[in-house]
């Protein structure tokens, strides 16, 4: 029942927890109850109250002989007990909506016991209080009666109907079909292996791919599963942190397994999610490159030269992102119908956060290599790393359309665009998302402004103004740098000009 392997120090104790789930039963799982209770005026208003007093206490005897009250007090005992054992060892923090969303839904089995709870008492008071001799009361109730599950249907179908929900199939292929043949993918993340192992175990895609999930690694008994995996070297009994005990009595760290399986994968590693523990010898000697949903991993000594230019990384890790569109774009999960409680809402996350982790590699190897001698044509990286990055403040506003990084990094493209001596033509850049903006600004088809150059002037002033203007900005890297720098060109201009 503890299922966080975080600090879980400030994590909500038993009574907070029981709170949340009876919060959350009287205002999602069973809000039509509360809306029976509503209309018990009406029934009272409608029935005979001395007889429908009458027919209660037959109730209760029948309930008392046929031994139900008794059932309904171990259904009650059941109830209690299963609040105050699980709500006192679970651990995940409510705090997070997602770890929210996976606590609620252990919840379905005291909500079983409450139904059982709300269902009888309804009934009894409906058959005791059914009006005698009185068609139109009887008629008048009985459609209040009926309009409830018409309501709940209401209430609910929308949020329910996964009739065209395949968006971890989506997410799957967008992650395994632009690997190269015979690749070795380690995963971290829960949504991301078993989604991946479906289509590999069920329906037989890409089962070329060696697929292994890093944190069933860290377990003793791996062991016992280093045969099934026939191309993979283990350079010991399980995945352990370095220098530890586990490690001395035949572990293997990170680093260790990655070195064991370049001569037979080569550059073909990839990695989705963390390293279950932090190594040194890891960064040291390798370097990770984003690769569409996952990251590729590189030895630092021997950099492919295929992806050291921005031109040529650009081109290279265009061809999993068009995947990606093509699967993803034009179906990303709705925020409204899944929310950051649902695991669908961590592809829509992960859709953006690899956008934006593409965007700023590749902006960094234009700017490294912009205005060295051997540099030639970085402009179309700068101004597709600033396109992407775009994108992902609009698509995704709540994340990224304050982030002062994101407002830093779009001032630099745009500062560099307006440095660039290599076109006087705006390069076009492919809109592998069909993205279709007011102005579409990437396009020179479609660019209202005459002067790109001076319209990246005025994109540059207004990003870095709204950067130094954030109270976070003072601790990213290069504040001061890029402070200096907005102030001097904005002193530098005419008095009056805009």
Avoid at 47 to 60: G, L
Avoid at 450 to 473: I, P
Wanted: charged residues 20%; glycine residues 4%; aromatic residues 14%.
């Amino acid at each position: 029942m503890r299922l966080f392997s975080g600090d879980d120090s400030t994590s909500e104790g038993m009574l907070a927890r029981t709170w949340w789930w009876l919060y959350d039963f009287v205002t999602t799982q069973c809000p039509l109850g509360i809306l029976f209770l509503f209309f018990s005026p009406f029934i009272c208003y409608v029935s005979d109250i001395e007889e429908c007093e009458k027919r209660m206490e037959d109730i209760k005897k029948d309930l008392q002989t046929s031994g139900t009250l008794s059932t309904l007090k171990l259904v009650n005992a059941f109830l209690i007990f299963y609040l105050v054992v699980f709500h006192s060892l679970s651990n995940l923090p409510l705090s997070n909506p997602l770890l929210f969303g996976i606590h609620q839904r252990f919840w379905m089995h005291p909500n079983i016991l409450m139904f059982i709870w709300v269902g009888p008492p309804m009934y009894y008071v409906i058959i005791s209080c059914i009006p005698r001799g009185s068609s139109k009361k009887l008629l008048a109730l009985s459609v209040v009666l009926l309009l409830l599950p018409f309501a709940t249907y209401h209430h609910n179908y929308t949020a329910m109907d996964q009739s065209n929900n395949y968006y971890f199939r989506k997410y799957a292929l967008s992650i395994l079909e632009p690997l190269p043949s015979n690749s070795l993918l380690l995963i971290n993340y829960d949504q991301q292996w078993t989604s991946i192992r479906y289509l590999q175990e069920c329906e037989g895609v890409r089962t070329d791919i060696t697929s292994i999930n890093l944190s069933m690694m860290t377990f003793g008994w791996w062991q016992s599963k280093h045969d099934l995996y026939e191309h993979v070297s283990f350079p010991g009994s399980h995945y352990s942190r370095g220098n530890t005990l586990p490690w001395q009595n035949g572990g293997f760290t990170f680093s260790e397994l990655i070195d064991a399986n370049t001569e037979h994968f080569g550059s073909d590693i990839f990695i989705g999610g963390r390293l279950n523990f932090d190594d040194q010898e890891y960064h040291a000697s390798y370097h990770e490159i984003p690769f569409g949903l996952v990251r590729q991993i590189r030895s630092q000594e021997h950099i492919d030269i295929s992806v050291e230019t921005a031109e040529s990384y650009r081109t290279f890790s265009l061809q999993p992102w068009t995947t990606i569109a093509n699967h993803l774009s034009a179906d990303l999960p709705c925020e409204k119908k899944y929310p950051q409680t649902e695991w669908e809402w961590t592809i829509r996350r992960e859709f953006f956060d690899h956008m934006v982790s593409r965007s700023t590699h590749l902006l960094n190897l234009a700017l490294n290599e912009n205005g060295s001698v051997s540099s030639t044509n970085v402009l179309p990286s700068i101004v597709e790393s600033a396109l992407w990055l775009v994108i992902a403040t609009s698509w995704d506003k709540d994340t990224y359309a304050e982030q002062s990084s994101m407002k830093k990094n779009l001032g630099l493209a745009y500062m560099n665009m307006v440095r660039s001596k290599e076109s006087t033509n705006f390069p076009i850049v492919d809109d592998i998302f069909d993205y279709n903006n007011e102005t579409n600004w990437w396009s020179s088809e479609s660019n209202e402004y005459n002067d790109w150059k001076e319209w990246a002037s005025t994109r540059w002033r207004y990003e870095w103004e709204a950067f130094l203007g954030l109270e976070s900005s003072k601790s990213e890297p290069g504040y001061l740098q890029i402070k200096q720098i907005y102030d001097s060109v904005m002193g530098s201009l005419p008095a009056g000009s805009c």
